[in-house]
């Protein structure tokens, strides 16, 4: 993977378009109406809101889209129902980022969770997203989840053993403090954290542009221990290309297929979506099967 592959989005913003341009896909994306609610720099990342004119707020971390109001249900269901309802009884979940606390409400729509832990290294975008995406936060009293705000691999490398059930790696790209949580350091930790029939969760990239970070992703996975490794794809048009994906893998054996018909309220996953985002184009059996 060349240094190109990962080149800063630049944010060139006019007066009524937000556009990010992905210079690694030689793509952007554009949403009209580009109203500013809120901008905050921490000492991590620049946070930003805006209200579109028909995706309602949007939120931007260094220039980067991240969460729009039309279409983040697809990503927060499917970083968290494929691999919850492929465990036989998730009870503790860690959540490494997700500061915008869309996973950890559908995380928490499972009633075998006793404990949703979320660790964000920055407490900017939980601020934001309570103010401008309250319904995403909507779950953050829930007296099983914990929100902490430091650097997730530092809390990894703190972890007990075999404390976990389901690890969400719900970070921003891998650049900026998002880079050490697709390393095979972070990765090892996470083996250890995790109990037997524990699962590994990343939000992985666009299958389209990004193949050799996913193929990455999976073989340091395996480096470390884990099998299965899987990735799950899903449509989410306001990442580049439009073309989503989660990875995941597992501590001992395990199969991608639903134990049990989805029985939490979701708008884009169920049984079907399930098997179907866990079908492998045929590029991808044969990038993985070398
Ligand atoms: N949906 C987004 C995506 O796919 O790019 C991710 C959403 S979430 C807002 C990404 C979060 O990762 C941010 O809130 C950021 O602060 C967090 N993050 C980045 N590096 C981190 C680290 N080392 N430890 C914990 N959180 C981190």
Redesign the pocket.
Known sequence: MSDNDLLPNRNLQTEDWIIEACDAGGSAFALKGAKKLHEAQ?P??K?EVYESEQWGNV?L?DG????TGKD?FV??EM?SHPALYSHANPKDVVI?????C??LREVLKHPSVATATQ????Q???IA?EKFFPELCDSNNDPRAQLMW??????MADAPDASADIIII????PI??????FTRPFYAQCMRVLRDGGIIVQ?S?SPLIHLPLIKAIRQAWRDVGFSNDITEQFF?PS?PTGW?SASMACKGDNNWQAKRDCDVSTRYYNSAIHNGAFAQPQFLLEAFSQ
């Open positions: 921490s991590f990342q946070v939120m971390i980067y889209y991240m969460v983040n990503y927060h970083m490494i980022g997700g500061g915008d869309g996973t660790i964000d290294i920055d900017e975008v939980t997203s430091i650097d997730g691999i530092q809390w719900d970070s921003t790209d900026g403090p998002g880079e050490g949580l939000q990239e989410l990442y989503w």
